[in-house]
């Protein structure tokens, strides 16, 4: 079959692609956007109407001063108009932001997650998200992202599993979300919304690691998140032959060793009471958390190797404890890997990449 774009697919087109020169640039003008685009300055100016018309732009005074004294026009997001959600899914809690189209966090918000049951938890998820909402009434929510643990399909919004909830099984919770608000909706892996949202130089190639109940990883290599189901489950590689049994059937996963689920469970105590036995001097304690850096380390060098990226992120409520292993850490790496440089960032990302990415791909064509 022979394919086309028809003329609205083209004007949809050509909207969504002025409309992100302005978010990229702040503000500019008419002439600006022709030159840059290379279109006519009547092709902007048609669009730059419609698209403050629909509310998406309005029109501000430049900086620059023309001649006789005159202040050129620019247009500029309307942040007061167009909002957008981000949830983050995680057995640590739920939590939100809502946005403008400038990316500003109009509010956060958190709540508990009931991880017992799918039912239960879908019914959270959407409860959440109509409280959320509600503070964005007389606006239009324009899409919602949200950032999911365990093996997720991004291109269909499907959630495969869930590690936590027993009977999580190929749920396409984009669409059941759709169906209940009539928002477009998009799913993503929660590592790669917390590195879309970190990473302020997106050609500086990245990984990223989420250390906190289970282990998640995501990449960016040349500017592009590395996207695809099920890849980079490296919680799930082998760390010891034949070592710890894994909940994935198989044994010596690095998250029996590196995360606090596995460590709670290698260690039989609560998590919080055997980081504090290790801040007292425990030696038997400390030495999980010795073992939790000395794995992490031999994956983060094996990785940055394979993959050429040198900048390590590492976030999650394990590293709220991040005394009692960074220090071994880096001196692991140090010898194994010297060119990896480990900084650590906020797992609050979660929600605002899950946006972020949302709004990138909602604005991919817009209806003037």
């Known amino acids: 079959m022979k394919n086309f774009i028809d003329q609205r697919n ?26 840059t685009l290379d279109i006519s300055w009547g092709a902007v100016s048609t669009i730059a109407s419609r698209l ?47 946005v403008n189209l400038k990316n500003r966090v109009l509010g956060k918000w958190a709540a508990e997650a009931d991880f017992s049951s799918r039912e239960l938890l879908t019914n959270g998820v959407t409860d959440f998200i109509s409280e959320v909402l509600e503070h964005a ?29 027993k009977d999580w099984e190929s749920v396409n919770l984009a669409e059941l979300i759709r169906d ?11 590592p790669n919304c917390i590195l879309y949202a970190s990473v302020s130089d ?64 290698a260690s039989g105590m609560e998590f919080s009471r055997l980081a504090e036995a290790a801040r007292n001097g425990d030696a038997k304690a400390s030495e999980y958390f010795n073992e939790a850096a000395k794995y992490l380390a031999y994956v983060i060098s094996n990785v940055s190797h394979l993959l050429c990226a040198y900048n390590v992120l ?6 709220g404890y991040r005394d009692l292993f960074a220090d071994k850490l880096t001196g692991i790496l140090a010898n194994s890997a010297p060119n990896v440089k480990v900084s650590y960032t906020d797992v609050e990302n979660a929600p605002l990449g899950a946006v972020l990415i949302a709004i990138d791909r909602s604005l991919e064509q817009i209806d003037i």
């Open 137 to 165: 009434e007389g606006h239009r929510v324009r899409c919602i992202g949200v950032a999911m643990q365990g093996v997720v399909d991004s291109e269909k919004g499907i959630s495969y599993s869930l590690p936590g909830c």
């Open 314 to 319: 590492l976030c999650g409520d394990m590293c």
């Open 202 to 265: 997106s050609s500086e190639d990245t990984l990223l690691l989420r250390i906190d109940k289970g282990i998640g990883m995501a990449a960016t290599l040349g500017g592009r998140i590395l996207a695809k189901s099920g890849i980079l489950e490296v919680g799930h590689t082998c760390v010891v032959r034949d070592g710890r049994p894994c909940m994935c059937g198989r044994h010596g996963c690095l998250e029996q060793y590196a995360s606090m689920r596995g460590i709670e469970k």
């Open 10 to 35: 083209m004007k949809q087109s050509n909207a969504a692609e002025v409309f992100n020169l302005i978010r990229e640039n702040g503000k500019m003008t008419r002439r600006e956007i022709a030159d």
């Open 180 to 190: 209940k608000f009539g928002i477009p909706v998009y799913i993503e892996h929660d």
């Open 52 to 98: 403050i018309e629909e509310k998406y732009l309005v029109e501000v005074k430049g900086d620059a001063v023309l001649a006789k004294g005159r202040t050129p026009f620019c247009l500029e997001v309307n942040g007061d108009e167009h909002f957008a959600v981000g949830i983050d899914v995680n057995r640590s809690g739920l939590s939100a932001v809502l």
